[in-house]
């Protein structure tokens, strides 16, 4: 089959999101909103009956003494919202199917006022219907998503029922099998927001990359009307200004202040208010630059070296995902006490809090959507799912300056139907962001005499290249680490995205001798040989370990320290710190003085 062009592969695209719903409006926290979180009503359904003929959909109810319902929803029957369906019951711990939620409210409707129902994510398909009425289907566990019912709303005795399935697919994404845990159900918050006939559907505000002085961006409104007057307004720079609209309801912003740029050491952001009519939106921007230069990562013009880890979106405490600001707080502030200036968050995007907390707390962030292995790239549905999901991560977050990375997969083995894809999708970030970087996380380099070989065809269409190795781990060292020598066909930067091994906390058995043990001090040598092997590499720019804190898997099936945990955290599942994490810290910290930043 030969490669599609860009337009081909937009327009495909764009006929997929017909039938996944509608694609969310942008930064619903920031307006007219009411949370639709709490309490939901809940019917487990293990064998998928609710959707045939008893139609769970319709919260029907018993009128006569013939009546016939095998179903009914229960006040006594209740999950939180937002909140994993696994966490919450025993007996859903491992559960893999649908469960259906519902949420009965009222509404008052004014003048011209439109009505949304918005969800942060939900994990993996949504069906969604309001008083019986199917408003559509969303797939893909971590992307938002909304239905307009306007037109469908009463005003007393509304009833939103969802049907969430968190069955593992072969032409999913991601696919049928993963290194994470599979919680199910409406993750994320759910908002009815209030708008006006007319409302701010998009809008960018960044810094122009050739001059720290010049703000640029759009708004464009929801629909193609020419001559509105938007507001645009930043107290902070004494910004207070109004653009026309065109034919297609779009308007450039051109502004020029001096402006204090955003940094990790100084993480400055603006208040933005933006406003069409009786529609407003508010924001905070951040301002800076972000562009590599043969090997080097430049932000706002200096030189950068990414000191980072990766998370995964769980609380192991509660072993359970991680849906709320006190949540992503936690998570972010561990990062900070290692003394990193960057977050991978894996392998899928998080949710706002994460991307806005470490925005706040002067952390870059690399965001990714779910292309991992086993990903059946043959399959032509699976490219326009994933390039679905790209544009929602991209639109959701493309106003927080800490965001510099968009990655396209993670640990994908090369193939004609692959490599078409990451390519495709590659050039679709760059257009829909030209002006942050787009990444990927390889782990087929070859690695033969001491020598470390970067080869991947896909690499030359990413700005950075991301490598995963476990050198010490799942590799031996063929050499001293110091005189490994790193290889590369591209004058790009590297990120070590992934390194590390398992420990279990505490555990001293057989120190240091061999992996099976698990123990910490084995773990130990692990990142000091990689410490010294990293310094010796010419165009690394970042590293990565993998991985933040000890995290749930299926896959990890080792009885007496795994039990179903990836034990490769620098923090246990209890946020015990491991000896590897004193590592990472007495680097990142020399490396801090070093550069600066």
Known sequence: MKAIGTLGFVLLMLAGALSYGQTSMINVYGRNSTLLNGKWETIIDPFDAGIGWRAIYKDAKPTGKNDFLEYSFDENNTLNVPGDYNSQMPELTYYESSVWYKKAFNYQPGKNERLFIHFGAANYIADVFLNGKKLGRHEGGFTPFQFEITGLVKEKDNAVVVRVNNSRVKNGIPGFGFDWFNYGGITRDVHLIKTHDVFIDDYKLQLDPADNSHITGYVKLNSAVAGKQVSVKLPELKIDVKVTTDGKGYAAISLKRKIRLWTPD?????????????????????????????TQIL????????????????????????????????????AKELGCNFVRLVHYPHNEYTIKQAEEKGLMVWEEIPVYQGIDFPDSTVKNKAALMLREVIKRDKNRCNVIFWSVANETGPSKDRDRTLVELAKEAKMLDPDRLVTAAFNNVSYHDGKMELKDSVMKYVDVIGINEYMGWYTDWAKDPEKVQWLSDFNKPMIISEFGGESVYNNKIDTAVKASAWSEDYVVNIYNNQ????????????????????FRSPVRMQSTFQKGWNRKGLLSEQGDKKKAWFVMKEWYDQLKKTNGI
């Open 266 to 294: 100084q993480p400055r952001l603006y208040t933005a208010r933006l406003s069409v009519d009786q529609d407003s939106i508010s924001d905070r921007i951040g301002f800076r630059t972000i562009k590599v230069e043969g």
């Open 299 to 334: 932000l706002n013009g200096k030189p950068v070296f990414l000191r980072g880890v990766n998370i995964h979106e769980e609380i192991p405490q509660r072993k359970a995902r991680a849906y709320s600001d006190a949540d992503a707080l936690v998570l972010i502030n561990w």
């Open 531 to 550: 410490i010294k092997m990293f310094k010796g590499i010419p165009f690394l720019q970042g590293v990565c370990p993998w991985v933040l804190v000890d």
